[in-house]
């Protein structure tokens, strides 16, 4: 696993010492004045690799909400995940078959918090290529998290198999009657429409992350 850097063990005590102080986690600005760390986008940048080597959980939906998940010095638990390729998150790319799904390298793998898997079975990962889901925070180069599945929720980004075309493309997945829309999440972008039987669900994304380094 990586080590952590100098300033992320720096955040991380700074964050338990304020929770025991204070009973609530700090801002971001707090962090940064605390640390001695030159910008707000800085602090994020390493919250980041905090939270995805499972030292911390955060809920960006809520401010000050950092929960930390282990103290003391102790190493993360984390779960390997098989990197089983690449999907295009723009035009759909060729992949030689369906088997690619099926066939990969276990020991290419990603390590991922606990949390982010929950007690999902079949769980892979797949390398983003292309931006056309950018506005669902899914970027170009991302690895995003997939649970292996054949079904599919109308509004779900899905890893989608076009048979007929023999490519894979990943998009929010909506049924129209006979129809299936294969809607980018960037408004530059058009769906893909293709009549239902031409598509295959192969999974669901479940989380998203950005590797640094």
């Not at 980041?48 to 960006?60: F, K, S």
């Not at 990197?83 to 759909?92: E, K, L, V, W, Y």
């Not at 129209?176 to 980018?184: D, F, N, S």
Request: hydrophobic fraction near 40%.
């Amino acid at each position: 696993m990586k080590e952590l850097s100098a300033k992320q063990r720096r955040i991380l005590v700074y964050i338990r010492d304020f929770i025991n102080e204070h009973d609530y986690p700090p801002s971001i600005r707090q962090i940064q004045e605390a640390c001695d760390i030159s910008s707000t986008s800085v602090v994020d940048y390493n919250l980041r690799i905090l939270e995805r080597l499972g030292y911390i959980r955060r809920d960006r939906e809520v401010s000050r909400a950092i929960e930390l998940l282990l103290a003391g010095g102790r190493h993360p638990r984390v779960v390997p995940v098989p990197i089983i390729g690449a999907i295009a998150a723009g035009q759909p790319i060729p992949v030689p078959s369906p088997d690619t799904w099926r066939s990969f390298d276990r020991e290419e793998t990603i390590e991922v918090s606990p949390e982010m898997i929950g007690h999902r079975e079949q769980v892979y990962a797949l390398r983003v290529k292309g931006s056309s889901m950018t506005d669902a925070l899914v970027n170009d180069g991302d690895i995003v998290l997939m649970q292996a599945t054949s079904t599919a929720r109308d509004g779900e980004m899905v890893a989608a198999w076009l048979k007929r075309e023999q490519e894979a493309t990943l998009k929010k997945f909506y049924r129209e009657g006979q129809r299936v829309r294969l809607q980018p999440a960037n408004e530059a972008m058009e769906p893909i429409y293709t009549e239902a039987g031409n598509v295959e669900v192969q999974g669901r994304v479940i989380g998203a992350i950005r590797p640094f380094g």
